[in-house]
């Protein structure tokens, strides 16, 4: 039996994804057991944070972890730091609570998937409880390898964590989100 989570949500008004991510592991407490990120669509565009920690006195302590000038937090209906960034949190612990969205970042096994494990050695080896591939029909072939570029990022859907994929070379599959994506208008934009 999984122990009991807690789910305290984070907003730094951070705007990147990359800057998300490093942010969830720079700032994750300890005993961590999931770390996501959020799109918050209201007022400034821009992205929060939840970590899931053990309850009881995993919770305090990531709550005094976690406080900062500037920063917003939640923690059920408890809240602190600025209004918009304490309800960017309130809304990234609720979807995470929900397990209705959030991309994850850390999760159980996350580290361990690098290379190229096949579906069914990935789903056993992490807390991921599907892969599904763009465009797919039916099933995955459980021995079909998955190129992870070491950067395996699945999302809270309908209670389930869920990796999207997409074709590769090879008949491989790779994750739909690229580790180093080039930014938009990157390969127009003048110098002059």
Same mark, same amino acid.
């Given at each position: 039996m999984s122990p009991r989570l807690t789910v305290i949500g984070v907003d730094t008004g951070c705007t990147g994804l990359r800057d998300a991510d490093h942010l969830a592991r720079e700032l994750a407490p300890p005993g961590t057991v999931f770390a996501c990120t959020h799109l918050i669509r209201d007022g400034r565009p821009h992205i929060a944070l939840s970590f899931a920690v053990p309850a009881g006195v995993a919770e305090g302590d990531a709550w005094r972890h976690?406080? +900062?000038?500037?920063?917003?937090?939640?923690?059920?209906?408890?809240?602190?730091g600025p209004r918009e960034l304490a309800a960017g949190a309130a809304q990234a612990a609720a979807e995470h609570t929900a397990r209705s969205a959030g991309r994850a970042v850390v999760f159980p096994g996350s580290s361990a998937l690098t290379g190229a494990p096949a579906v069914a050695a990935l789903s056993a080896a992490s807390a991921i409880d599907e892969v599904v591939a763009l465009g797919a029909a039916g099933p995955l072939d459980a021995g079909q390898q998955i190129v992870t570029r070491d950067h395996v990022r699945p999302e809270w859907r +309908?209670?389930?964590?869920v990796l999207t994929v997409m074709p590769a070379a090879g008949g491989t599959l790779i994750p739909f989100e690229v580790p180093d994506?080039?930014?938009?208008?990157?390969?127009h934009v003048s110098d002059g």
């Open positions: 976690l406080t +900062a000038p500037g920063t917003g937090l939640a923690l059920g209906d408890r809240r602190s +309908a209670g389930r964590l994506p080039t930014p938009c208008c990157a390969d």
